[in-house]
């Protein structure tokens, strides 16, 4: 209870006392007696002490109430609330052509036509979307973003050098991997709320598929509010070439990261660990339920499996999604959290809630589509929009 619902609830309960003792008080004077009948004799004796029976429960009354109002005072604790993110940024190419890489569809003279101009307003609408996330309690953009679809560190420094990124000190990380588009998965954090402890890449090696490539998983260790975090940003393989076919490869690299979670928690058990990323299944596929034991429920997480996915059931139950695979729902863009970010005791950073960044300027406004995120292409058409999925956002709190 805050303390203006209690303002007017005491409000309420000493109005409701008084009126009832004023209404007591006169009938009992005025009309001998309606109470019970050892009251009445009392009354009919002393008719003064009908006027102390009401005061003397007035003043017993406030005195409880007056506790009730302290104790509530006393046990109102305040918060530090912040926020971290994840965004799948859809295909955040430069205009220059990296030969080493398959970037031919994002150059000026390109299949899309990939202009500066183009360049310069898909990096505006990115810093748009970026700085807004996590607004209800926090201005300026989350603490820490995760991205993916960035194909190199200066496409990244771009961005973070947009004015409304660079008004909130945002630094870019990436480490090159092996995509063959050379897509990698980045992280952007505000040097003013994060400490840097150190960044490092994770690559899948598949020991039967020498030429399978994919996206290197990044693992950034820092320091927020005081607490150590890591954060694994993903972005494992796409379900091209039929789900059930892929889904070998995605579970493959659920294992990886999971690799990575168990070694972090071999060292602290209680560690505060992030898996984020646009892991291209939903948190009820195998990959990610089964593979890197990302629990339904808290319980589990905390005496189980260490590791807790709030997302399913905001898939499974509510029907969110950030994303729409094939015509309907998906919700592949995730943020799990090890079981160091879950409990009552918030003398640490722990997980507060978790939320889907949909609001309708990321929407598409008509068409058969409408509603479905808004954009940068579609079937090879320019349309300015954002991107194919929404940020996922997470806001987590700290007694002060
Ligand atoms: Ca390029
Ligand atoms: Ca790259």
């Known amino acids: ?235 494992w393989p796409s379900r091209s070439g039929g789900e059930k076919r892929s889904a070998p490869m995605r579970a493959a690299t659920a294992q990886l990261a999971r690799t990575t979670v168990d070694s972090i928690m071999a060292v602290n058990p209680n560690a505060k660990i992030f898996i984020m990323g646009d892991l291209n299944d939903n948190p009820t596929n195998a990959s990610v339920y089964k593979v890197l034991k990302a629990a339904r429920d808290k319980e589990t997480a905390i005496n189980i499996t260490g590791l807790y996915n709030p997302m399913y059931n905001m898939f499974k139950v509510q029907g969110i999604g950030s994303n729409a695979y094939r015509d309907s729902w998906s919700l592949f863009d995730q943020i799990i959290v090890s079981k160091g970010l879950l409990g009552d005791d918030k003398s640490t950073l722990k997980l507060y809630k978790t939320l889907i960044f949909n609001r309708n300027f990321l929407k598409q406004t008509e068409g058969a589509f409408a509603g479905y995120p808004f954009r940068t292409y579609v079937g090879g058409q320019y349309q300015g929009g954002y991107s194919d999925h929404f940020p996922a956002y997470m806001f987590l709190i700290k007694e002060k």
């Open 1 to 235: 209870m805050n303390r203006t619902t209690l303002f007017a609830l005491l409000k309420i309960i000493f109005s409701f006392l008084l009126i009832i003792n004023k209404l007591e008080t006169y009938a009992f004077l005025r009309a001998g007696c309606f109470g019970k009948p050892e009251k009445c004799l009392l009354i009919e004796k002393f008719p003064i002490f009908a006027i102390q029976f009401s005061v003397m429960k007035n003043i017993i009354l406030t005195f409880i109430l007056v506790a009730v109002f302290f104790g509530a005072q006393a046990q109102e604790k305040s918060y530090n609330v912040t926020c971290i993110a994840f965004y799948n940024l859809e295909n955040l190419f430069d205009t220059i052509n990296d030969p080493n890489i398959n970037d031919e569809e994002f150059l000026p003279e390109g299949s899309n036509r990939w202009t500066g101009d183009k360049y310069l307003e898909k990096l505006g609408h990115m810093a748009d979307v970026i700085t807004q996330i996590g607004d209800e309690h926090i201005k300026g953009g989350p603490v820490c973003i995760g991205v993916s679809e960035v194909e190199n560190i200066s496409a990244l420094t771009d961005l973070a050098n947009q004015p409304k990124m660079k008004a909130s000190g945002y630094v870019p990380i990436l480490i090159e991997g092996p995509d063959r588009r050379g897509v990698d998965v980045g992280f952007l954090y505000r040097k003013d709320l994060f400490t840097l402890v150190n960044a490092t890449s994770h690559r899948l090696v598949v020991a039967d598929q020498p030429n399978f490539r994919t996206r290197d998983q990044l693992l950034v260790k820092g320091i927020i509010l005081g607490d150590t975090v890591h954060f694994i940003v993903n972005h």
